[in-house]
């Protein structure tokens, strides 16, 4: 397996204000209506990440709006999400086989694909579901064989939800996948999943990653509540997974290797044998993991950062700074989900709903 080592930066505490009341413009209630609504100072890495990225897109987001329908990316993601959160909670519990993950990872696989079966969703969408779901089972199979290891692993917390005082009255919240210890030493561990991976430029973005950062500051926070050493935190495991490309392909053959009259479909049994085949005998093209460490030094510069950006943040908030567009942010490797109401004029919301939730991903 490769594994590299980094060494890079992060953050302090911030000064910050009381409870405030934000002001936002609310679409469905005519142009220029105000709505106001009373936040306390709280802040996910996902949300500042996106007011970063997009003032327009974080307005929406505040107001609740959120697609209907789920990338088939993001679809995927969270399946293999899903996936390892049990596995590792399982290692939590106890120490079980490797058998007998495989085992539970059949079992969940096989729900998901009863559930697919019966969701309401065009033909297209349901064999796209059930491509993801065969993609994942034989993916996760051969994740378990190549990284055995971890069922020796001290792990101290799965799907880690957290809520700590920053300064004076801020407060990061987020989910942390999982953490363990190596000796004194403590590691968070962050899954990546993608379909395509430069591992040039994931060794010099990961260095600096900011959700990564995010995390590491909270849990030195998090351990200076217990009354233990911060400096025991030293950084990020990156557990990358690569996407599997494949899909059903015709079979011009019979099994003794004689040429069909009429070619036919893969079988999702064929398909799911030949994909954990072609993981077998190159594991470290889907599988590898990132060591990155960040210092105490590392962390303060990173605080500092993070200080500024939550008081311009607030600024925002309390309408002391302009919302506008950040036409880079529309199209790219990935489109704005929200690119067709700005093209409406934020007049047209069809294929969006509301959310109560703010903070979605930390009740999921």
């Known amino acids: ?10 953050g302090t505490t911030t000064n910050t204000t009381p409870v405030f009341l934000v002001k936002m413009f609310e679409p469905r209630k005519g142009k220029g209506k105000v709505v106001v609504r009373k936040l306390e100072l709280e802040a996910t890495q996902s949300l500042l990440n996106s007011w970063v990225a997009c003032r327009m897109k974080c307005k929406y987001m505040l107001q609740g709006w959120e697609p209907v329908a789920q990338k088939a990316s993001f679809r995927f993601g969270n399946l293999i999400h899903k996936i390892l959160e049990m596995l590792y909670k399982r290692m939590m519990v106890k ?15 096989s729900k998901e694909m009863k559930a697919a079966s019966l969701r309401r969703a065009s033909p297209g969408d349901i064999e796209s579901e059930r491509l993801e779901i065969l993609k994942a089972n034989a993916l996760m199979h051969e994740y378990i064989n190549v990284w055995k290891g971890d069922l020796k692993k001290d792990w101290i917390e799965v799907e880690k939800v957290f809520n700590v005082q920053f300064g004076d009255k801020w407060h990061l919240k ?74 059903w392909k015709q079979v011009k053959k019979d099994v003794n290797g004689k040429k069909l009259k009429t070619p ?26 990132y060591e990155v460490g960040f210092p105490t030094e590392a962390v303060f510069e990173y605080t500092e950062e993070l200080k500024a950006k939550l008081h311009e943040f607030k600024l925002w908030l309390e309408g002391k700074l302009a919302t506008y567009k950040n036409e880079s942010h529309c199209t790219g490797r990935y489109r704005c989900e929200f690119l067709p109401v700005c093209a409406s004029g934020g007049k047209s919301f069809d294929g969006f709903s509301k959310s109560r939730v703010l903070f979605r991903e930390l009740e999921e």
């Open 95 to 109: 120490k079980p086989t490797v058998s007998e993950l495989e085992n539970s990872l059949d079992t969940l696989v």
């Open 174 to 247: 987020g989910k942390r996948d999982r953490a363990f210890k190596k000796g004194k030493e403590i590691w968070i561990q962050e899954d990546k999943t993608s379909s395509r991976i430069s591992e040039e430029e994931l060794d010099l973005r990961l260095s600096f990653d900011a959700q990564s950062l995010f995390y590491n500051v909270a849990k030195r926070l998090e351990i200076i509540e217990e009354g233990g050493n911060p400096d025991a935190v030293k950084g990020v495991m990156y557990n990358i997974v690569r996407v599997p490309g494949q899909r």
């Open 264 to 289: 036919r479909l893969e079988s999702d049994k064929e398909l799911l044998e030949r994909i954990r085949q072609e993981i077998k005998e190159e594991p470290e093209h889907y599988f590898f993991r």
């Open 1 to 10: 397996m490769k594994k590299k080592k980094k060494v890079r930066l992060a």
